[in-house]
């Protein structure tokens, strides 16, 4: 406004009106509307006086407090329904972000429309909240995708315990079904009552029948392989002499994986060397050792895979030699594993190297008769409240030479 411009003119009225004028210069002529009566009929002489005194108190905020707001009368004019499709659209607008004016389009609406309390009590309720102008898209979005988040949250905890509920059912009534429990290693074998062995998938279909049928049985049966290997003991005609009398150790009615197996004896009190003699099955003799002070040797040659050999130990003592087995004793005898069941053992020992329970049953199932006591020696540290265990190692050590009685050896000449 001018200095010498003390009241609006026509074009300003208009301006005014229409709502063309800037938000400073629009508060500029509030307050000068506040005091000037004539410039106000001027503006608003044609409506409601009633709008006056509200014109007024609204002409008193300052630009500096407050941005630009609606008008008293353009808030009337909405309230009262009154108000083009174009105008409503404008206001409606400036309402969603300001909320001062949306704040007195409000209080003038339920002034001019009582609500019921019920119906007062859901405006303030949910439904209502979500629906004002100033909860725009993107707030209503973020909401939505917070709800979106704790249904998904809540629905998987819910799943999971009714999974986790399933899931113990399902094994308490597999549990129920299972017959025997075993730890190997660090693997559980289990066998339910039809059958089914768990915990050793790694190995082929007839070794794990193998498993499951020792399991399932309780008895672990002497291979023909050892029973070929147990020749009754030779008839003498006669008495025997007395000779003092020492036993060999291993490898006795067993098969062996080595090639050139150690093979091991009892000393002999007095005696100052020993010597070892390998045959085959037709008496040629195949390795001999030297004397030597030990109570073992290496055979010094590879033995052929398959095939049965036959041992004997002389023991020197002073002037005199004694040799052991000697009618009417059996003969010593071992058997070298075959290649093919020596690579399918390998195998095995790659893919389960800690099942002590596997390899125990195949190795007893070959002959291999003490690396089955081996491992079966340590499948019952593993399972001490298990009966199972100990009783297929005792029937692996069955299976070994009866200890020999007082006999006569046969002193070499």
Same mark, same amino acid.
């Given at each position: 406004?001018?200095?010498?411009?003390?009241?609006?003119?026509?074009?300003?009225?208009?301006?005014?009106?229409?709502?063309?004028?800037? =938000? &400073?210069?629009?508060?500029?002529?509030?307050?000068?509307?506040?005091?000037?009566?004539?410039?106000?009929?001027?503006? !608003?002489?044609?409506?409601?006086?009633?709008?006056?005194?509200?014109?007024?108190?609204?002409?008193? @905020?300052?630009?500096?407090?407050?941005?630009?707001?609606?008008?008293?009368?353009?808030?009337?004019?909405?309230?009262?329904?009154?108000?083009?499709?174009?105008?409503?659209?404008?206001?409606?607008?400036?309402?969603?972000?300001?909320?001062?004016?949306?704040?007195?389009?409000?209080?003038?609406?339920? $002034?001019?429309?009582?609500?019921?309390?019920?119906?007062?009590?859901?405006?303030?309720?949910?439904?209502?909240?979500?629906?004002?102008?100033?909860?725009?898209?993107?707030?209503?979005?973020?909401? $939505?995708?917070? @709800?979106?988040?704790?249904?998904?949250?809540?629905?998987?905890?819910?799943?999971?315990?009714?999974?986790?509920?399933?899931?113990?059912?399902?094994?308490?009534?597999?549990?129920?079904?299972?017959?025997?429990?075993?730890?190997?290693?660090?693997?559980?074998?289990?066998?339910?009552?039809?059958?089914?062995?768990?915990?050793?998938?790694?190995?082929?279909?007839?070794?794990?029948?193998?498993?499951?049928?020792?399991?399932? &049985? =309780?008895?672990?049966?002497?291979?023909?392989?050892?029973?070929?290997?147990?020749?009754?003991?030779?008839?003498?005609?006669?008495?025997?002499?007395?000779?003092?009398?020492?036993?060999?150790?291993?490898?006795?009615?067993?098969?062996? =994986?080595?090639?050139?197996?150690?093979?091991?004896?009892?000393? @002999?009190?007095?005696?100052?060397? !020993?010597?070892?003699?390998?045959?085959?099955?037709?008496?040629?003799?195949?390795?001999?050792?030297?004397?030597?002070?030990?109570?073992?040797?290496?055979?010094?040659?590879?033995?052929?895979?398959?095939?049965?050999?036959?041992?004997?130990?002389?023991?020197?003592?002073?002037?005199?030699?004694?040799?052991?087995?000697?009618?009417?004793?059996?003969? $010593?005898?071992?058997?070298?594993?075959?290649?093919?069941?020596?690579?399918?053992?390998?195998?095995?020992?790659?893919?389960?190297?800690?099942?002590?329970?596997?390899?125990?049953?195949?190795?007893?199932?070959?002959?291999?008769?003490?690396?089955?006591?081996?491992?079966?020696?340590?499948?019952?540290?593993?399972?001490?409240? &298990?009966?199972?265990?100990?009783?297929?190692?005792?029937?692996?050590?069955?299976?070994?030479?009866?200890?020999?009685?007082?006999?006569?050896?046969?002193?070499?000449?």
């Amino acid at each position: 406004m001018d200095d010498g411009q003390q009241h609006l003119n026509e074009q300003q009225v208009e301006q005014f009106r229409l709502r063309r004028m800037s =938000a &400073s210069e629009k508060a500029m002529w509030e307050r000068h509307l506040a005091a000037c009566h004539d410039c106000l009929d001027r503006v !608003y002489g044609d409506r409601d006086p009633s709008i006056v005194p509200d014109r007024l108190v609204e002409a008193l @905020l300052l630009p500096e407090e407050e941005g630009f707001h609606l008008s008293m009368p353009e808030l009337q004019q909405y309230s009262s329904g009154s108000m083009d499709e174009a105008d409503r659209t404008i206001f409606e607008s400036h309402l969603e972000g300001c909320a001062a004016c949306r704040s007195q389009a409000e209080a003038l609406v339920n $002034a001019r429309n009582p609500v019921p309390k019920e119906i007062a009590s859901e405006r303030h309720g949910w439904a209502h909240f979500w629906r004002r102008p100033a909860f725009g898209w993107p707030a209503r979005v973020a909401v $939505a995708a917070v @709800l979106l988040v704790f249904l998904v949250f809540f629905w998987g905890t819910w799943r999971h315990k009714n999974t986790s509920t399933d899931q113990l059912a399902q094994k308490a009534g597999s549990d129920r079904s299972i017959v025997l429990r075993l730890q190997d290693g660090n693997t559980e074998v289990t066998l339910d009552k039809d059958g089914t062995l768990a915990g050793l998938e790694r190995l082929e279909p007839t070794e794990r029948n193998a498993v499951r049928d020792a399991l399932a &049985s =309780a008895t672990l049966s002497k291979p023909q392989v050892l029973s070929d290997l147990t020749e009754p003991a030779i008839k003498l005609m006669g008495k025997s002499g007395g000779a003092p009398q020492f036993g060999l150790v291993s490898p006795v009615a067993t098969v062996v =994986a080595e090639e050139q197996p150690t093979l091991r004896w009892q000393p @002999l009190r007095g005696a100052s060397a !020993y010597s070892v003699a390998i045959f085959d099955p037709q008496f040629r003799p195949v390795a001999r050792s030297p004397f030597q002070p030990g109570t073992e040797w290496r055979v010094s040659v590879p033995l052929r895979p398959g095939k049965t050999y036959f041992w004997q130990v002389t023991a020197r003592k002073g002037s005199k030699q004694i040799t052991v087995p000697a009618a009417p004793a059996p003969r $010593a005898e071992f058997r070298v594993l075959n290649s093919e069941a020596a690579a399918d053992l390998q195998r095995v020992r790659a893919l389960a190297p800690d099942s002590h329970l596997a390899l125990g049953i195949l190795y007893a199932r070959e002959g291999l008769r003490l690396d089955a006591e081996r491992e079966l020696e340590e499948l019952v540290k593993e399972n001490s409240q &298990s009966q199972l265990p100990a009783k297929l190692l005792s029937d692996v050590r069955s299976w070994g030479p009866q200890k020999p009685s007082p006999t006569t050896t046969n002193p070499a000449q």
